[in-house]
């Protein structure tokens, strides 16, 4: 690349008016009229290019960014540059880009809408199969106590310790520590579950009835709520495509995160 300010023989920090006036000054020197030596022509060509390109903001602005960064050709094009009153920039097209990336989005929804109705579907199933076994009368089952000890779970910032106990037939329940002393190993215990899933609802002793709280039907149970109301709504805007896969969108995270709970309690 030419050194277009060697050329003209000023700094790349040179203002306007003196670009012009060492362009003034050199090409009386070597305009072929009055320096018949056969170089002035090519260098009077020279000077005519630096002055073509340093004497035009935009063309200027592009010479320094490429001057700056010779490889700026081989990996992206050089940012525009704007005139700083804002009534001389270029106008931007009114919503061009905007409708266009709208118009991909829907036609993406519509395409995939009848396979996130199919999702719905499942969401909405496993919701109502939740719900059901909820409603359903609890499953009694007595158990003896065969292992209890402490276990000590860090929720957010703060470490909450629970009481373990296991039962003969491989029942496990979190309880509350404060009331170890009533669930002690070798004691008699009644453990109440749903019907149909088999979960773990509240633990029994000598009167003492323990919510347990670790579930899905406990301190998770928004879950299986949120996860019914929102396929709801996606049923309820099926025929509207935008608003029918958000809905169902929202539905398979959830589900997901439903899943993800049970299988970890």
């Known amino acids: 690349m030419k050194d277009y300010y060697k050329i003209l023989g000023v700094r790349s920090t040179a203002p306007d008016a003196d670009i012009k006036r060492a362009f003034r000054q050199l090409a009386i020197r070597y305009h072929p009229d009055k320096n018949p030596n056969p170089s002035a022509a090519v260098m009077f060509q020279e000077i005519n290019d630096a002055y073509e390109i340093l004497s035009d903001a935009s063309k ?24 700083r009153d804002p009534a001389y920039r270029k106008p931007r097209a009114k919503g061009s880009n905007l409708k266009s990336e709208r118009q991909r989005q829907l036609e993406m929804m519509k395409r995939y809408h009848p396979s996130m109705n199919r999702i719905t579907i499942v ?47 491989g029942i496990r329940a979190s309880l509350p520590f404060e009331v170890s002393e009533y669930f002690q190993v070798n ?4 453990i109440y579950s749903s019907l149909i899933l088999n979960f773990n609802r509240r633990v029994e002793e000598s009167g003492h009835v ?35 896969f958000n809905y169902s969108l929202t539905s398979l995270i959830i589900l997901v995160f439903t899943v993800i709970i049970i299988l970890l309690l």
Request: net charge positive; aromatic share 14%.
């Open 60 to 83: 200027k602005d592009l010479y320094d960014y490429r001057r700056r960064n010779p490889m700026a050709d081989f990996v992206q094009p050089p940012p525009q540059a704007q005139h």
């Open 123 to 169: 969401c909405f199933l496993f919701a109502m199969l939740l719900t059901i076994d909820y409603l359903l009368p609890k499953r009694e089952r007595h158990e003896k106590i065969v292992e209890a000890y402490s276990e000590s779970r860090n929720v957010g910032r703060h470490s909450t310790t629970f009481w373990v106990i296991k039962t003969n037939s």
């Open 187 to 190: 004691e008699s215990v009644t």
């Open 210 to 244: 323990i919510p347990i709280r670790n579930s899905i039907y406990g301190n998770f149970i928004f879950a299986p709520v949120v996860l019914l109301f929102v396929s709801l709504l996606a049923f309820s805007y099926r025929k509207d495509a935008e608003r029918s």
